[in-house]
T-cell receptor
């Protein structure tokens, strides 16, 4: 069965710090991978996605993620965070050809001004 | 496009009452998903539809939960009778085509509180 593990439940950083949020998935076949973001009081929005090709994926607002197949990982990174990045971040996996997305439990990111 | 629309945005009810949550997907989307978000369990898929037909309801917690999609522009999630442990944020999402090529778009959610 598919599963997604996000290692950090709550991360607190100061502005301009670098960010890396861990995500590992469990699935036996080809996968599509996603990061979604939920800003306070808002709905989930797609941050970036990996379907195929270059394993380094760039998304909106300066975020990027790297798919490392051998490690079953899809970590999210940003070199310099801003206060406006305060949100909850969800990693998700979809087995290729499957209709469903399985979400991780999320990481709450709090940026100190 | 207005995006995925959900109503109500907030619902407070008493244990034992029937609760109905509503969703209008993005026009033209043929997949509709219902999720539940709690602190303990994160974001869980409850059920999803393709072309108005329920495909997988294995995430529905128990018989008290039911979902329908009578047409391409409307779906309901009903809880009867409701219990305090049903308190959560319920999200609806829609997409066009399979996930290999498209993205799920989420609604703003319904925050349900069962007293």
């Amino acid at each position: 069965a598919q599963s997604v593990s996000q290692h950090n439940h709550h991360v607190i950083l100061s502005e301009a710090a670098s960010l890396e949020l861990g995500c590992n998935y469990s699935y036996g076949g080809t996968v599509n991978l996603f990061w979604y973001v939920q800003y306070p009081g808002q709905h989930l929005q797609l941050l970036l996605k990996y379907f195929s090709g270059d394993p380094l994926v760039k998304g909106i607002k300066g975020f990027e993620a790297e798919f490392i197949k051998s490690k079953f990982s899809f970590n999210l990174r940003k070199p310099s965070v801003q206060w406006s990045d305060t949100a909850e971040y969800f990693c998700a996996v979809n087995g290729w050809g499957d209709d469903k997305i399985i979400f991780g439990k999320g990481t709450r990111l709090h940026i100190l001004p | 496009d207005a995006g995925v629309i959900q109503s109500p945005r907030h619902e407070v009810t008493e244990m034992g009452q029937e609760v109905t949550l509503r969703c209008k997907p993005i026009s033209g989307h043929d997949y509709l998903f219902w999720y539940r978000q709690t602190m303990m369990r994160g974001l869980e898929l409850l059920i999803y539809f393709n072309n108005n037909v329920p495909i997988d309801d294995s995430g529905m917690p128990e018989d008290r939960f039911s979902a329908k999609m009578p047409n391409a522009s409307f779906s309901t999630l009903k809880i009867q009778p409701s219990e305090p442990r049903d308190s959560a944020v319920y999200f609806c999402a829609s997409s066009f085509g399979v996930l290999n090529t498209d993205t799920q778009y989420f609604g703003p959610g319904t925050r349900l509180t069962v007293l």
